[in-house]
DNA sequence: ATTTTTGCAAAAGGTTTGCATTGAC
DNA sequence: GTCAATGCAAACCTTTTGCAAAAAT
């Protein structure tokens, strides 16, 4: 989706036109990997620009409700935000904590259907994160750390 | 693992056998659900035992590192920890935040495996949880909420 | 003009740190 | 006696709340 496709997006959705958005949005189309709160307020400081924290916060979650971004959580206690794409999930370096995308085609339909069934619980959704050492950090931190 | 095994678990790794440790074990060994540290310290209080949270924050990281209890992340700024089991997943109720433990058949093996190649990317562990609505809450909340 | 959005200050909630004291071995 | 474990106070960090001011429709 883009830049334009979303603000209507944010019409429809019946939410203003705002430059904070406007700002959020093209963050997170340029972005490479899952963004917390903290890193996007200290991106826009970079630009000189000083959003309000409690604007941050409310917007991105926002964004989530309208599934405009999706929510991702590593661990390490920040929510991390990405643009809404299609299903997938991540490699976290435990080293470097580089996070890396991965689409995988969808093997677990199954097992939820079974766990639905079985447990009478109906499934939304789920989470699935690798963790381990990425290419760089098996290289460089081999033997210490 | 029954409690006198684990004592001696944490001696054969150097740790003293000391009041809160054995605490945290029976605590972990009774409790159905993963628990966080204000959980435990509500536990604690109840029973007029008041021990300071730096202690249990500090004695439930330590028992994870030592792999005696396993750390879970339900992405609401908490860490859960319960007895070190087999491995298994969880259905999180997102209404009433119910957690159940469900034993599954490996499916990811071959997966981390092509994973781990095409990524050149070494993984040690995964999480993989479920979220929805359990049994009581599509009875109770059908409509409403 | 109305309603949403923003900013600010304050606080909540979980977690960590530094340092002195206590307790296990 | 030595070193690990505990307690306390203070701080840290992310996130939330309440309310008034500003901006979008």
Known sequence: MKQQAIIHELQRLGLRNTRIRRELVAIF????????????????????????KTTLYREVSRLARCNLISELDIGDGKKRYEMQTDHHHHLVCE???????????????QLEEELAIHHDFS?????????????KCQKAGGGRR
Not at 29 to 52: C, F, G, K, M, S
Not at 95 to 109: E, M, R, S
């Open 95 to 109: 080293q470097c904590h580089a996070i890396t995308c991965v689409p995988i085609a969808n093997q677990l339909c």
């Open 123 to 135: 499934i939304s959704r789920h989470t699935l994160e690798f963790y381990g050492t990425c290419r």
């Open 29 to 52: 189309q340029h972005a490479d990997n899952p963004l917390a709160v903290p890193d996007i307020a200290r991106e826009l400081a970079d630009r000189r620009l000083y959003p309000n």
